[in-house]
């Protein structure tokens, strides 16, 4: 019989939502949370009915611990995560892994000194529709790639970067709209696309009061021939939609419409081509893992990717110039 594993959560903003996770995941028990703020923490260990914790460190001395979400900012999961590591734990980190190349590749040394696996949560890649489109893409569905795009227009206030004091930072959030909200759609691109060659990169901000960026742009070529561009901005005055689109020479697909569209050339019949998520989400992904071997979906290596064309852009942006990406 299958042991059911014990998570902590460390960090309950959006934590919280992972905590409800683990209570909905099969094989997967809620042991204890942990977070700065006792109000916060103290609400979601009543709710889930677990232990709570202001002292990670204390949280790392459990046992019955297998596994570890890190939810913090995006400039302290590596740090959270090698923690976790050094404790014997299993490492889950949110996006971004992080938010310099230098801090994901420390965190990956860590978790492999110590013997434990390290999945990072991008809940996309736990979707049926994106596995769909992935499979079209490697078998060569929609024929020879010609663009592909991540594009992401939402609004955020003023008080949604004040609150906590580092959202739009480069320190603590690695930026500001591409770092934080469209690095889900840019692990989608580079997942689907492959790597990409040369950037070309350039962001500013516009409408708010923080050190990054609130819309950036990027031009992309990858080493497979296509393009790609890249539109991420939190100044748009509503949230009006997210996503990618990505098209060959006998097809396309859209993710930013309300359904995912295809088009196809007239007269093309693409077969059936359906896929099915390997896992239902990072903890049922990695519990299954402990108990059956099943791969990371997105191990550390993969995860590191965005940060890499994150940094790319940063690069290219100040420069002006085209930068070569560095895998």
Same mark, same amino acid.
Request: glycine share 12%; charged share 25%.
């Given at each position: 019989? /299958?042991?059911?594993?014990?998570?902590?959560?460390?960090?309950?903003?959006?934590? /919280?939502?992972?905590?409800?996770?683990?209570?909905?995941?099969?094989?997967?028990?809620?042991?204890?949370?942990?977070?700065?703020?006792?109000?916060?923490?103290?609400?979601?260990?009543?709710?889930?009915?677990?232990?709570?914790?202001?002292?990670?460190?204390?949280?790392?001395?459990?046992?019955?611990?297998?596994?570890?979400?890190?939810?913090?900012?995006?400039?302290?999961?590596?740090?959270?995560?090698?923690?976790?590591?050094?404790?014997?734990?299993?490492?889950?980190?949110?996006?971004?892994?992080?938010?310099?190349?230098?801090?994901?590749?420390?965190?990956?040394?860590?978790?492999?000194?110590?013997?434990?696996?390290?999945?990072?949560?991008?809940?996309?890649?736990?979707?049926?529709?994106?596995?769909?489109?992935?499979?079209?893409?490697?078998?060569?569905?929609?024929?020879?790639?010609?663009?592909?795009?991540?594009?992401?227009?939402?609004?955020?206030?003023?008080?949604?970067?004040?609150?906590?004091?580092?959202?739009?930072?480069?320190?603590?959030?690695?930026?500001?709209?591409?770092?934080?909200?469209?690095?889900?759609?840019?692990?989608?691109?580079?997942?689907?696309?492959?790597?990409?060659?040369?950037?070309?990169?350039?962001?500013?901000?516009?409408?708010?009061?923080?050190?990054?960026?609130?819309?950036?742009?990027?031009?992309?070529?990858?080493?497979?021939?296509?393009?790609?561009?890249?539109?991420?901005?939190?100044?748009?005055?509503?949230?009006?939609?997210?996503?990618?689109?990505?098209?060959?020479?006998?097809?396309?697909?859209?993710?930013?419409?309300?359904?995912?569209?295809?088009?196809?050339?007239?007269?093309?019949?693409?077969?059936?081509?359906?896929?099915?998520?390997?896992?239902?989400?990072?903890?049922?992904?990695?519990?299954?893992?402990?108990?059956?071997?099943?791969?990371?979906?997105?191990?550390?290596?993969?995860?590191?990717?965005?940060?890499?064309?994150?940094? /790319?852009?940063?690069?290219?942006?100040?420069?002006?110039?085209?930068?070569?990406?560095?895998?």
């Amino acid at each position: 019989m /299958a042991k059911e594993i014990g998570i902590g959560i460390v960090g309950l903003g959006m934590g /919280a939502n992972r905590a409800r996770m683990a209570t909905e995941t099969p094989g997967v028990k809620l042991v204890a949370v942990c977070d700065v703020n006792e109000e916060r923490a103290k609400t979601v260990s009543e709710r889930h009915g677990c232990d709570m914790y202001l002292d990670y460190a204390k949280m790392l001395e459990r046992d019955d611990v297998d596994v570890v979400h890190v939810m913090t900012w995006s400039g302290l999961h590596a740090d959270h995560g090698m923690m976790a590591a050094r404790a014997g734990k299993h490492v889950i980190t949110t996006k971004p892994m992080d938010v310099t190349v230098a801090k994901c590749d420390a965190l990956i040394e860590e978790c492999r000194k110590a013997g434990v696996k390290l999945a990072v949560d991008f809940d996309s890649r736990y979707g049926d529709t994106w596995h769909t489109i992935k499979r079209a893409v490697d078998e060569g569905v929609l024929g020879k790639l010609v663009l592909g795009e991540a594009r992401l227009k939402w609004f955020r206030t003023q008080g949604y970067y004040d609150d906590g004091g580092w959202r739009g930072t480069w320190k603590w959030d690695g930026g500001g709209a591409l770092a934080n909200q469209t690095v889900h759609f840019i692990d989608l691109l580079q997942w689907m696309m492959g790597f990409a060659e040369t950037v070309y990169g350039d962001s500013g901000v516009y409408t708010h009061k923080i050190e990054g960026e609130d819309m950036g742009l990027a031009i992309l070529r990858f080493k497979n021939g296509a393009r790609g561009a890249i539109v991420g901005t939190t100044t748009f005055p509503q949230s009006p939609y997210c996503g990618v689109e990505i098209h060959g020479d006998k097809g396309g697909v859209l993710t930013t419409k309300k359904e995912t569209q295809w088009y196809w050339l007239e007269g093309y019949e693409p077969g059936d081509f359906q896929a099915k998520a390997p896992a239902m989400n990072v903890q049922d992904n990695m519990a299954r893992a402990i108990n059956e071997g099943l791969p990371i979906v997105v191990t550390g290596e993969e995860g590191r990717k965005s940060v890499v064309l994150l940094e /790319a852009i940063r690069e290219s942006a100040k420069s002006g110039q085209v930068v070569r990406v560095k895998d």
